[in-house]
RNA sequence: GCCGGGAUGGCGGAAUUGGUAGACGCACGGGAUUCAAAAUCCCGCGUUGGUGACAACGUGGGGGUUCGAUUCCCCCUCCCGGCACCA
């Protein structure tokens, strides 16, 4: 045993005996229980960055511990390698998006081996590779023909000036990132993903999830956002047609003013027909971006059509708005406004001019807009039903006049899977003059991207590649044509959880296997995939369950949501450009320290503002770890001194060892309960408290010099370092693997048991409390451990930190005993 | 704008969920060791007042409930994530 921490050794050494024992290669059969611990794959952007060390650190840590509590473990590893970012990086290089990929994964599978992860590295795959994207291919066709992909057209950002598509991403303001050009809404067609279709169950099935985070659960019921509300329709005056407005709120509808719609509305465009005004302004709510975000932020601009529309309960004439705040999207595309009611209408009226109606009252304060729920007033035969009983009366008369009626209303919209890029997965599709739209035969799957192209930045290569969209169809062997738009990124990603069972399957998507190890039992990944990247994977494990793939409902048991790694208080990403870079990290500390400080920096699921100071810090524990094993090797080598032969029980110790082993045994319960908590942070606090601990019993004075303190000592020190190593090895695998073999506990710790705290060792005989007065701390009591609560009120009013408030007449009101806590006395 | 989070010493965070606020670490100050430095070890470290015992204040701001609030309730400010074509 070396005097000094020689890291690079132990993980180089460390790393070479997991991979030649095939540890970490998980078997499909086990009389253990299973557990599948997932990390969300990466991006091979280029190189590791914070984020990832901490996102697989984390399954890391969560996946040796479960091994070593004895569960059959897999973790496995693959790459969500299709994206944007190759396609940049192809015209800033002239370098072909894969040949980019592939030596992002070379470089970043470098790394992620260098942190020592056990990762069960033969279930590796890249998205990118037809042997994966085959399978996506072979499923989009099936729910083609199941009608649960259907093309329509579909907004999308148009940069004028490159010809191009943008991302969102790409408008910076409202311009193109690379011409600079205004930036237009463009309708084209698409395919889209029927996951409305299953809005109700990805609601319901939510509540089954208790092993997610609240807080995503939120976030997803509000993103599908099914609500019960009501449509109304508004006869157009001197048209043979109605206005069809959706509202959450029926109760107000004696209310309205005006109605409004959006830019892309047929009602807009039928009004802008001879009116080149409206024209213009409609074509101005046409610049800009597609993003909600955007489009919700912007000033709330509009113009009157010069349309009326007749309100179906009192007949009023009311006129009809184009206005920016309508979405298309959502509901249809059309709002009846009530400004005394609603914040957005209210803002609209006051600038327009618009008349302005109260309906709804519920305290005497009538400053509008007021958008709770109330009484109605103003409202004829409503006047004084509640919310419940008008939308019942109101949606009642508008069926009775078949002008409306209750429905029911989701925010999610069908996903729209077609991308206008090339770096993903061509849509197996072929356009036949004759036989239309023609789903690509399974027996000509993978259609397969060519990746031997140059980007010039303007358009996908295949789009300009005849032996690529060339071919035949497969219906009736006339020249037809491919799809040239690739499929959403998201769709690779939404799947991956399961090929990770069956990934060397040629011939099927999934095996039983994937009966075996899904769900995934623990899923670890970003905040920021909260809802998009979680809600398509779940959507996406009901599609395979239901063309009979998967028994599973749902893909992921436990979810952690991972906290972003922030630097100068923004997220760390390659695009922002302020990623740190691991690698200096491990090769001068290595991969333990650098784990060890990232585990340490904060809890898993809080946000990591990234600091350089710290990293000393956790090194110089694993080196204070390494010289107290190797200053006290004879001692806590385990053969050594036969204390346990001897049957020593620590509890009988001297107290400064019995003390301490007291301590091991109260911190060791603390890190255990962390571990079942999964807050990792504290985790390394308990054992750098253990690594205190010891560090301080006696070494000199009478009692060491004796030849039983010697005994006890050692035992105390085998008994503690073998907790300590044992908490510690999930976290810094190699030092702990290490120490383990070198102090004589066995071969490899991972196979060792998971310790327990020692009830006996932590009794005590005497309790200290805390006096309180009135709330306030004011001293100390220690009493022996079987006090009764009488016995401790009567010696708590004599202290002299109580008596001392006994004065001008002041008495005891109360006391208030807490077991084992507090006393607090009531004194006035 | 809408949805979801967050705010505790100079800094990262802890407080087993209504019971001693500041565990553990970083930074800093003092000391030991050293020719010197690095490394290491020991001591101190919320703020204010006091030599001191001690006292007052203190968990983003304002109110409330309670014997007792970082924790529960109401209002507000700022920061972070997401908003459907970044992944």
Redo the contacts with the bound molecule.
């Keep these: 045993m070396q005097q000094q921490y020689p890291f690079k050794e132990i993980e180089k050494n460390s790393q070479e005996y997991w991979e030649k024992s095939r540890l970490f290669i998980a078997e499909d059969k086990s009389d253990k229980p299973k557990y599948y611990c997932l990390s969300m794959f990466p991006?091979p952007s280029g190189k590791l960055h914070m984020g990832h060390v901490r996102n697989y650190t984390i399954g890391d840590v969560l996946s040796r511990f479960h091994r070593m509590r004895g569960y059959n473990v897999m973790q496995p590893m693959g790459w969500?390698a299709?994206?944007?970012?190759a396609e940049n990086a192809a015209i800033a290089n002239k370098t072909a998006p894969a040949a980019w990929t592939f030596d992002n994964i070379a470089t970043m599978k470098t790394q992620l081996k260098q942190l020592g992860l056990a990762v069960d590295w033969e279930r590796e795959f890249a998205t990118c590779t037809p042997e994966y994207y085959k399978w996506e291919q072979w499923l989009f066709t099936e729910l083609y023909k199941k009608d649960l992909i259907y093309k329509k057209t579909?907004t999308?950002?148009w940069d004028p000036v490159d010809g191009t598509?943008?991302?969102?991403?790409?408008v910076i303001d409202g311009k193109g990132w690379r011409s600079g050009a205004e930036i237009e809404k463009r309708d084209?067609p698409?395919y889209f993903m029927r996951i409305t279709a299953y809005a109700d169950e990805l609601l319901d099935d939510l509540d089954k999830l208790d092993g997610w985070p609240?807080?995503?659960k939120?976030?997803q019921r509000?993103?599908i956002?099914k609500s019960d509300g009501c449509e109304v329709e508004f006869p157009v005056v001197g048209e043979n047609s109605n206005l069809k407005v959706y509202t959450t709120r029926p109760d107000t509808l004696m209310g309205a003013t005006y109605v409004a719609v959006a830019a892309e509305h047929a009602l807009a465009t039928k009004a802008a027909e001879n009116n080149p005004t409206l024209q213009a302004f409609i074509k101005e709510c046409k610049l800009g971006s597609?993003?909600?975000?955007d489009v919700?932020?912007a000033e709330k601009k509009g113009m009157d059509t010069g349309l009326f529309v007749t309100h179906p309960l009192n007949g009023e004439k009311l006129p009809v708005w184009v206005a920016n705040y309508v979405l298309i999207?959502?509901g249809d595309g059309a709002v009846m406004a009530v400004p005394a009611h609603d914040?957005?209408d209210f803002e609209f009226a006051e600038k327009y001019e618009l008349p302005i109606k109260a309906v709804i009252k519920n305290t005497d304060d009538d400053t509008l807009p007021m958008t709770e729920h109330g009484v109605l007033f103003n409202s004829a035969q409503f006047d004084g039903l509640d919310f419940e009983a008008a939308a019942e009366a109101i949606s009642s008369a508008l069926s009775a006049k078949n002008q409306g009626k209750k429905r029911t209303q989701y925010?999610?919209?069908d996903?729209?899977v077609?991308?206008?890029?090339y770096w993903g997965c061509p849509i197996p599709i072929i356009h036949c003059d004759k036989c239309g739209e023609v789903t690509v035969p399974t027996d000509q799957l993978p259609v397969v991207l060519p990746t031997d192209v140059t980007m010039d930045g303007v358009g996908s290569p295949i789009k300009k590649d005849p032996s690529f969209y060339e071919t035949t169809c497969p219906t009736c062997g006339n020249a037809a044509t491919r799809e040239t738009d690739t499929l959403?990124?998201?769709f690779e990603?939404s799947w991956y959880f399961a090929r990770h069972t069956s990934h060397d399957n040629d011939n099927a998507m999934l095996d039983e296997r994937a009966n075996y190890w899904l769900p995934v039992d623990q899923y670890i990944g970003?905040?920021?995939?909260?809802?998009?990247?979680l809600l398509y994977a779940r959507f996406f494990n009901k599609l395979m369950r239901d063309v009979g793939l998967l028994k599973n409902d749902e893909p992921f048991k436990n979810l952690l949501t991972q906290g972003?790694v922030?630097k100068d208080?923004?997220?760390m990403?390659k695009?922002k450009g302020n990623t740190v870079d691991p690698q200096t990290l491990i090769d001068r500390y290595g991969a333990d320290t650098a784990r060890l400080f990232m585990m340490?920096?904060?809890?898993p699921e809080?946000?990591?503002?990234w600091?350089d100071?710290?990293i000393?810090?956790?090194h110089?524990?694993l080196?204070?770890l390494w010289s107290f094993s190797y200053d006290n090797r004879e001692y806590a080598y385990i053969e050594n001194q036969g204390a346990q032969q001897q049957g020593v029980s620590l509890i009988d110790a001297p107290t400064s060892i019995s003390n301490a082993w007291r301590e091991i045994n109260l911190t060791l319960?603390?890190a255990n309960?962390?571990y079942a908590?999964q807050?990792i942070?504290?985790i390394?606090?308990a054992s750098?408290?253990m690594l205190?601990t010891l560090?301080?019993i006696p070494m000199s004075g009478d009692d060491w010099k004796s030849s039983s303190y010697l005994t006890y000592y050692a035992e105390c020190l085998q008994q503690s370092m073998s907790i300590l190593l044992r908490i510690l090895a999930p976290i810094t695998p190699h030092i702990s693997h290490e120490l383990w073999k070198v102090l004589g506990y066995g071969e490899e710790i991972l196979n060792s048991s998971w310790p327990e705290a020692d009830k006996a060792a932590m009794v005590q005989n005497t309790i200290?409390y805390?006096i309180?007065v009135?709330?306030?701390?004011?001293g100390n009591l220690t009493v022996s451990s079987d006090t009764t609560k009488d016995a401790i009120e009567k010696m708590v009013v004599v202290e002299p930190?109580v008596t001392k408030f006994l004065v001008d007449g002041a008495s005891v009101r109360?006391i208030?005993v807490?077991p084992k806590?507090?006393i607090?006395v009531?004194i006035g």
């Design positions: 991006y969500d299709f994206g944007l970012p579909a999308v950002n598509v943008l991302a969102n991403e790409q084209i698409q609240e807080q995503v939120t976030m509000n993103w956002g597609v993003a909600e975000a919700a932020t999207s959502y914040e957005r925010r999610l919209r996903w729209g077609s991308r206008q890029r959403d990124t998201f990603s970003g905040i920021e995939h909260a809802i998009l990247h972003m922030l208080g923004a997220k990403s695009s340490f920096a904060a809890p809080q946000s990591l503002e600091a100071s710290g000393q810090g956790a110089r524990f080196k204070r319960e603390q309960h962390d908590r807050q942070n504290t390394v606090s750098m408290k205190n560090e301080k200290d805390v309180q009135n709330g306030k701390l004011r930190c109360k208030i807490v806590k507090l607090n009531v």
